[in-house]
């Protein structure tokens, strides 16, 4: 787009006393975004528990000025940060909000340009500066084809763009509350009570489980696992829900993406892992099935396993290279 483009708006970093993957978890939120916006006449449409995802679109509605509606896009949501635009005729203004694990120390993290073709690109170096926890930076910068020196252009355009543009003027204070409300939520998480998920990957598939109950969930596909049971490490539960589950034993290999937010309050860890013994059976599923990267999204997943496929795709496309 030619145009004038704005140097990015940035906050300091927020120290967070939470995990890195839960701050992640918590920016794909959408209720969390809605709420800090509200306090600025920006309304999203949402309601818990929406979650953003790679394509996912919102209207977002400016009362500031005069009533204008604009589309809010999710580029990316992974668990380094999330990428949004805010697209309207003539106008991209594009969020990013980078988090990375305080054992980060002085290393310097990006998040990549978003995967669509954006009209500004904008690279967050992120430094780590808390000593636990996570630190979360947030940076909104915008380009427009109709303004030129701070002069709109056509007389249509001004009038409809004129109250994002107002909004604009407060990006440091919306930044802030953004960045506030996400402190807010990740912190209350911790504690919070786990769930974990495996991903059993090989030769280039994953191992998908058909749920045969509850009623509402029956025929949809998810990672087979269960609850972290007290005095348990993550690892150990993986070892002993596909044992359980599936009658085989594994080898975990790490965490795969972003902590997920199930409607309970619980969280879900997805861990990646390979085949040490056994056979998996439909020992508590309906059925199972190896699943290739190019088939991930033919299949009806749970909502919540359903956001860790772009770095499951991602997975599975390095180890078959």
């Given amino acids: 787009m030619d145009g004038l483009a704005s140097e990015p708006v940035r906050v300091g970093i927020e120290a967070v006393a939470a995990p890195a993957r839960t701050v992640a978890a918590v920016l794909a ?30 209207p977002l509605r400016i009362r500031l000025g005069g009533p204008a509606v604009l589309r809010l896009r999710c580029d990316r949501a992974d668990e380094r940060g999330i990428v949004l635009s805010v697209l309207g005729p003539g106008l991209h203004v594009e969020c990013v909000a980078a988090v990375v694990a305080a054992a980060a ?30 630190g979360l930076r947030c940076e909104l ?64 598939a994953v191992l998908a489980a058909q749920r045969e109950r509850p009623a509402a969930l029956a025929g949809r596909w998810e990672f087979p696992g269960g609850r972290v049971e007290p005095g348990e490490d993550e690892p150990g539960a993986v070892v002993r829900e596909c044992r359980e589950e599936l009658g085989a034993s594994v080898r975990v290999l790490g965490r795969l993406g972003p902590d997920l937010i199930l409607p309970s309050g619980w969280l879900l860890r997805i861990h990646a892992a390979e085949l040490v013994d056994g056979h998996p059976a439909a020992l508590e599923h309906r059925s199972l099935r190896w699943v290739r990267a190019a088939e991930l999204e033919a299949l009806n997943w749970l909502d919540a396993d359903r956001a860790v496929l772009p770095a499951l795709r991602a997975l599975l496309t390095a180890r078959s290279a």
């Fill in 141 to 204: 910068g915008w380009t427009s084809r109709w303004v030129r020196s701070g002069v709109f252009g056509a007389r249509p355009v001004r009038r409809l763009l004129a109250p994002a543009l107002t909004a604009l003027t407060a990006l440091t204070a919306v930044l802030t509350s953004v960045s506030a409300g996400v402190r807010a939520r990740a912190e209350q998480l911790v504690g919070a009570p786990l769930v974990v998920g495996t991903a059993i990957v090989a030769d280039g």
């Fill in 29 to 58: 939120e959408t209720w969390v975004l809605a709420e800090a916006l509200a306090r600025f006449g920006v309304t999203v449409p949402t309601r818990r528990p929406e979650q953003f995802r790679f394509g996912v679109e919102l």
């Fill in 105 to 134: 120390g002085a290393d310097s993290t990006r998040l990549t340009e978003s995967t669509r073709s954006t009209r500004s690109t904008l690279a967050t170096p992120l430094v780590a500066s808390v000593e636990a926890g996570a």
